[in-house]
């Protein structure tokens, strides 16, 4: 085991495609952290949960802001402040009939414990893969274009390096482990300029994009149901470590969300406790 980054930042994203907020701590469980992308506007017209309304239909969702308040409770209170200066409940009707006038569409809120993900609940990105990509399409640096919940400053590495930690487990202080298995595809998402909603399109023409290194994992349904047996809560106090093991046997999992897109996996299998920034990354 041997230490590879420290976490600079933890994030949640609590309505989907909307801005994230940054934590100093955050409780992590099978999904995910606690109100991170448990909220979507789905699209009224096809009848089911999906498809929800993102920012490739409506640009300035990105820069609508959110806030959470008693996180992780029955009595959790989610607001968001428009561009315009509006303050409003998330499940207000106000702020549907917005976002149905601004984006042409009939929609409905989704509420949903598990999380609204493409296909996994945790996600990650190095902060050297953010500063290169930014030199290498002559954009400016900002990690928040990748919506990661957690960026993590590699030590002695380079970017793209995390795409090594592929098949391998992430110890993030003594209890909470998170597999990794794949590597996210690019998406359309990050060339949106995370301020303006505006295009940058030359970032997905970056050779290096090929292979980004935003990743998530999801275990096996039968892991799952073996962690929730044996959960774990600790305290990831400032400095914590995350360690990369050569048993993986707990940690493995394919996606179970391949219906929706091909991106990569990142999850958690114990359940613990994470106070950032300035954690350690051992992997």
């Not at 308040?69 to 009939?97: F, H, Q, Y």
């Amino acid at each position: 085991m041997r230490s590879v980054g420290v976490i600079r930042q933890l994030r949640r994203y609590p309505v989907k495609s909307m801005q994230g907020e940054a934590l100093l701590s955050a409780a992590l469980t099978l999904q995910g952290f606690d109100e991170d992308r448990r909220y979507a506007f789905v699209q009224a017209a096809s009848h089911s949960s999906f498809p929800w309304l993102t920012a490739r239909e409506l640009p300035e969702l990105l820069y609508y802001r959110t806030s959470v308040e008693r996180a992780g409770s029955p009595e959790v209170l989610v607001t968001v402040a428009t561009p315009r200066g509006e303050n409003w409940a998330i499940g207000s009707d106000e702020l549907r009939k917005v976002l149905e006038t601004r984006s042409g569409r009939s929609l409905f809120l989704l509420r949903d414990y598990r999380g609204s993900y493409d296909v996994a609940p945790v996600s990650l990105i190095s902060q050297q893969t953010v500063v290169r990509i930014a030199q290498e399409s002559g954009t400016k640096e900002d990690s928040w274009r990748f919506r990661p919940n957690l960026l993590v400053d590699l030590t002695e590495a380079e970017a793209f390096d995390e795409l090594k930690w592929v098949g391998r487990t992430l110890r993030i202080g003594n209890t909470a482990k998170i597999a990794i298995t794949e590597v996210d595809q690019r998406c359309v998402m990050i060339s949106l300029d995370p301020a303006t909603g505006e295009s940058s399109p030359e970032i997905l023409k970056c050779d290096d994009l090929s292979r980004p290194g935003h990743r998530r994992v999801k275990p096996r349904n039968s892991e799952m149901r073996r962690s929730k047996a044996r959960e774990v809560r600790g305290n990831l106090r400032d400095g914590p470590r995350a360690r990369r093991g050569a048993d993986r046997r707990h940690y493995f999992a394919r996606s179970v969300a391949q219906r929706r897109s091909p991106t990569g996996r990142l999850c958690q299998c114990l359940e613990a406790y994470l106070r950032m920034p300035g954690g350690h990354l051992d992997v």
